[in-house]
């Protein structure tokens, strides 16, 4: 699975917009980006993913760039519960013939809303 | 309601004890996985399963084991090989290709 590289740390005022950057400069074709976020202590949680379309859901968006090298998850409206830290995860289509490729996850970036 | 169970929430062993952590889920996946998460670290995957009685080793299976003898199942033994067992251990299943794993809400071992 390709490599990612996120910021350590970031920081959000309650209310304003998100943007959490992801760099993945060796994806392959066949690999989807996937975000997951963690609550301190909890299991992670699904977000949203893609391939090359932008996408969004009642969570959030995911642009990804045409080249596919990097994307950015956006949270609209942050609030004080989206405090977290945040996986990008790039994950093959395929591994060895079977369908289920395994998540790798990076360092995360820990995400702090403040009032 | 459908989900996965991981238990119990806190485990705590003596040193050169084995431990089996439990894992279950009713979504009827097909593939399940483990992971291990040390204080300010990201997640490290342990062991993976696609299907059941097949598994395989991820990045840190030394001194860890698994079975898959049920497709809701996927219990990991830690062994006394384990050379620092005391984290979070993260259980997660999907459905297939392309699609969100699901996380259980984890085990905290502690071995003292």
């Known amino acids: 699975d390709a490599k990612t590289t996120q910021p350590p740390s970031m920081d959000c005022a309650e209310g304003r917009a998100a943007n959490l950057p992801c760099n993945h400069s060796?994806?392959?074709?066949?690999?989807?980006v996937y975000w997951y976020r963690q609550i301190h202590s909890q299991g992670p949680q699904y977000i949203i993913h893609?391939?090359?379309n932008n996408e969004t859901n009642e969570m959030a968006s995911l642009i990804i760039t045409e080249d596919r090298k990097s994307s950015t998850l956006i949270l609209p409206h942050a609030t004080l519960r989206d405090t977290a830290v945040y996986y990008c995860?790039?994950?093959?289509?395929?591994?060895?013939?079977?369908?289920?490729?395994?998540?790798?996850f990076g360092q995360g970036t820990i995400l702090t809303v403040h009032p | 309601d459908g989900g996965i169970t991981q238990s119990p929430k806190y485990l705590f062993r003596k040193e050169g004890q084995n431990v089996t952590l439990s894992c279950e889920q009713n979504?009827?996946?097909?593939?399940m996985y483990w992971y291990r998460q040390d204080p300010g670290q990201g997640l490290r995957l342990i062991y993976y399963s696609q299907i059941v009685n097949d598994f395989q080793k991820g990045d840190i299976a030394e001194g860890y084991s698994v079975s898959r003898e049920k497709k809701e199942s996927f219990p990991l033994t830690v062994t006394s090989a384990q050379k620092n067992p005391t984290a979070f251990y993260l259980c997660a299943s999907n459905r297939g290709l392309n699609t969100e794993a699901f996380f259980g809400q984890g085990t905290r071992l502690t071995v003292v």
């Open positions: 995860i790039v994950r093959v289509g395929n591994a060895g013939g079977t369908s289920y490729g395994k998540l790798t």
């Open positions: 893609g391939l090359k």
């Open positions: 979504l009827n996946h097909d593939a």
């Open positions: 060796t994806i392959s074709g066949n690999e989807y």
